[in-house]
Structures are given as structure tokens and as C-alpha cells.
């Protein structure tokens, strides 16, 4: 499973049925700079694995070209990652970062930003490869008011994506409000559902937004390969 990276093309196609996992309850702590973020700490969720391994942060996800930061796990999930910049290698115009249907009729404040999205794995120290990744978000995922999804995105210089889009999905229509201000470095992007419809047990997105707030209740979550 590859999580967020391009999340909200996939987002879009599920608006319909939905499954999702579950798990327990942690507290984060991100603090933000002028140059957007440097540091993401926090405690990793249903952690049982014991010492021995790392958390790694890689660019351009599924491909973790680069590595952006790393930071041992102990053995109660704890976990603290400075942020360094990717090289001019790892970026390209953020409008084709996704769909370009994503960006229509928005205002955007320069175009030619460019930039990339990064994914959290678990590596086993003694072997040196990839046995899990971790997902941040909200805990309890129900497909109901108030859930939400989170990204990380690395941006060159500051930007601004402002507007709304409709979409009209399976004679459903759906709204979703973009409300960001990137700084430039590492940014937090949540993708939060405002408004749902339910007809015989279905849920669909009826209205969602794209924000850069920290939820206070976010949460890193664990899921082992």
C-alpha cells in the first residue's frame, strides 16, 4: 500500500465505499520555522517492535530517491527527524505533481514553483531493508465529518493555491475548497472532509478542503509490510 503520495487522485476515485484501517492514539509535536517545517517528532502508534529500527523520510514516493532525514525508533515509538532540502534533481513544477484537473479554476499564485512530496518508511537496522511505513493522520478513520488525510510537500519558495473546485462523480457532486499557503521548505498538507451524503449505508463526500493545519488530534501511524 503507498499511501499518500498523490493522495487526492486516489480520494477522488473513492468518494463512494470505503474501508479503512485502524489504530490508537498518540500525541505529535511539529514546530513550524519561517522556512516552513524542520523538524517532525512524535510517537509512532501500536508500536511493538522493540529497538533496532529507524524511520526514514524519502522524496518522490514510491520511488524514495532521497533521503530527506532519518531518526532511530525506540522502543516505545518514539521518533524525532531534522528536515533537510532535496536537491533541484528531486523537483518538478508542483502543478504536475498531480492531475492537472486538480488545479482548474483556482487561483494560483506562481505556477513555476516547483517542488515534491515525501513518504515515511521503517527500516530493519541490522538488515538494511524496508519492513513498514507510516501514515500520518487521524486516528479513527470512519469516512465521516471530520476525518482527514495528511502529506507532506517540499516547495522551492512560498505559494499559495486558493479556490474551489466541483466534480461530479457518479451523479454525485462533490466540492472541495483549497485554503493553502505553502512557506517555503517542508509543508504540512491536510486534506480534511467538511460535508458527506449517505443513501443505504453509502458514504460519499459531499464537501472537503485542503488546509495546512495541524490537526491537534493527528496521529503517525504504523503499518508493517
Known amino acids: ?4 503520495v498523490f493522495f487526492e487522485s486516489i480520494l477522488l476515485l473513492i468518494t463512494f465505499n470505503f474501508l479503512i484501517l485502524s489504530c490508537s492514539d498518540d500525541n505529535v509535536s511539529q514546530p513550524y520555522q519561517n522556512n516552513g517545517l524542520l523538524k517532525i517528532s512524535g510517537k509512532l502508534t501500536d508500536w511493538n517492535y522493540g529497538t533496532g529500527k529507524s524511520l526514514s523520510m524519502y522524496t518522490n514516493p514510491p ?3 532521497y533521503l530527506v ?3 532511530v525508533i525506540s522502543s ?3 521518533f524525532s527527524i531534522l528536515l533537510s ?3 533541484q534533481t528531486e523537483l518538478k513544477p508542483v502543478l504536475e505533481l498531480e492531475p492537472p484537473s486538480m488545479f482548474s479554476n483556482l487561483s494560483i499564485s506562481d505556477s513555476t514553483v516547483q517542488g515534491c512530496f515525501a513518504e515515511f518508511l521503517i527500516k530493519l537496522d541490522t538488515a538494511n531493508y524496508f519492513i513498514g511505513e507510516v501514515i ?3 486516528n479513527q478513520i470512519t469516512f465521516g465529518v471530520g476525518d482527514y488525510f495528511v502529506d ?3 516547495l522551492e519558495k512560498p505559494m499559495s493555491i486558493t479556490g474551489k473546485q466541483n466534480y461530479n462523480l457518479f ?3 462533490i466540492e472541495i475548497v483549497y485554503n493553502l499557503n505553502y512557506s517555503k521548505g517542508w509543508n504540512i498538507r491536510t486534506y480534511k472532509v467538511v460535508e458527506i451524503t449517505e443513501i443505504d449505508s453509502s458514504k460519499s463526500f459531499k464537501k472537503s478542503e485542503y488546509n495546512n493545519k495541524q490537526e491537534p488530534d493527528m496521529v503517525f501511524k504504523t503499518h508493517i509490510f
Open 171 to 173: 451523479n454525485d457532486s
Open 69 to 71: 532525514g532519518n531518526s
Open 152 to 154: 507532506y510537500i517540499y
Open 1 to 4: 500500500m503507498k499511501r499518500n
Open 63 to 65: 520511488y524514495v530517491t
Open 76 to 78: 516505545n515509538g518514539d
Open 85 to 87: 532540502n532535496p536537491p
Open 136 to 138: 500520518p493522520g487521524k
